[in-house]
């Protein structure tokens, strides 16, 4: 027992892989405040991941092993890590069902992600986690990875030396870092600007419906760099410096951009009508929080109330943690560490439970 209390308590720290970039956190609890050990950010080829899978881990390896020797601002001190894997190449929904016995409630599960997964089930690694209880059903929020994406991941942090805790979506792992927020009590949007897609979760005390857009910040570069007829370094400046706010290019950006965003608001629609017709409250979404490099974008938040009649607010989570001694990460890059930091939040007890 004592050993296993001491695994518990074992420290842990996040790692997030990116399309193209890899970050790291750890985190030291005091009370409901943290203090950062040790974080930092590597950039690497992306063709060393495709659809999702670490197609050459030995590659990833070389540049973590490189971040953890010569970029960490602070200190790494375990090697016990929590990993992500991005949602858009994840399986979500939630689920009712009759209130079974665990191991008939695992049987269910599978036969209700026949139902809606496009992948044999064989092929996935499922989980789910119980959402509220009644006397006579269960809800659930039941997650699928293709198999071959989680051992990826596994190969590759077996190349490095680490010891796996667990592995969840990006999506989750930001909402874990909102829920320590005072504005986490209401029904929310939160959407996390990725490079090649957003992910768009409703939040209602728990993760309640997933979806992805292609909304990604590289997708918004491309279009305003071809629209301007300019290079992609030249349209990032603008996107950073204008985005969609005024500007003598206003017009043109907005026009540029407006397909990607009118899938992005059609699914957060289309989402927003799932939860309303599901939900057995009167509880109604309040806001929608962006977060994620993308979400850094002039304008987006003004453009977005305007489309969705919604307040929109960009994440801010910082308040709460304490750089203490250690150089901070600017403003914009802040946004970049986010998810990383919801791994970090990670509690092995609950895991060991």
Request: positive net charge; proline residues 4%; glycine residues 2%.
């Given at each position: 027992m004592n050993d296993a209390l001491l695994f518990r308590d074992k420290p842990v720290f996040g790692l997030d892989v990116g399309f193209n970039t890899i970050k790291v956190m750890e985190l030291t609890a005091h009370g409901k405040k943290y203090s950062i050990t040790g974080y930092g950010m590597a950039d690497f080829d992306p063709k060393v991941?495709?659809?999702?899978?670490?197609?050459?881990?030995?590659?990833?390896?070389?540049?973590?092993?490189?971040?953890?020797?010569?970029?960490?601002?602070?200190?790494?001190?375990?090697?016990?890590?929590?990993?992500?894997?991005?949602?858009?190449?994840?399986?979500?929904?939630?689920?009712?069902?009759?209130?079974?016995?665990?191991?008939?409630?695992?049987?269910?599960?599978?036969?209700?992600?026949?139902?809606y997964i496009p992948v044999p089930t064989d092929n996935l690694y499922i989980d789910y986690e119980v959402i509220s209880t009644t006397p006579e059903q269960v809800e659930l929020l039941v997650s699928a990875v293709p198999k071959e994406i989680i051992d990826s991941y596994m190969r590759f942090a077996s190349i490095v030396g680490l010891e796996v805790l667990a592995i969840e979506t990006t999506i989750s792992a930001c909402s874990r870092l909102f829920r320590q927020t005072s504005e986490s009590d209401i029904p929310t949007i939160l959407i996390d600007f990725g490079s090649m897609s957003s992910d768009i979760t409703i939040y209602d005390r728990t993760l309640v419906v997933t979806g992805t857009s292609p909304s990604g910040g590289d997708n918004f570069t491309s279009k305003i760099a071809s629209t301007l007829k300019v290079s992609q370094k030249e349209a990032q400046v603008i996107k950073a410096k204008y985005g969609l706010s005024v500007s003598k290019k206003q017009k043109e950006i907005i026009e540029s951009v407006s397909p990607i965003l009118e899938s992005l608001t059609k699914e957060i629609r289309r989402m927003i009508r799932y939860y309303e017709e599901r939900a057995a409250t009167d509880r109604t979404i309040s806001q929608i929080v962006t977060m994620g490099g993308g979400a850094n974008m002039p304008g987006l938040a003004e453009f977005m109330t305007d489309r969705l009649r919604l307040p929109v607010r960009t994440f801010h989570p910082w308040q709460e943690f304490e750089f203490s001694r250690l150089q901070p990460p600017s403003e914009l890059e802040k946004s970049l560490y986010v998810t990383v930091a919801g791994l970090a939040l990670v509690d092995p007890k609950e895991v060991f439970a």
């Open positions: 991941i495709k659809d999702g899978v670490i197609i050459d881990p030995e590659a990833l390896a070389k540049t973590t092993l490189d971040l953890f020797k010569n970029k960490i601002i602070g200190d790494i001190t375990t090697r016990r890590v929590t990993l992500s894997v991005p949602a858009v190449r994840t399986f979500s929904r939630t689920v009712q069902l009759p209130k079974l016995e665990a191991k008939e409630l695992d049987e269910a599960v599978r036969l209700e992600a026949q139902q």
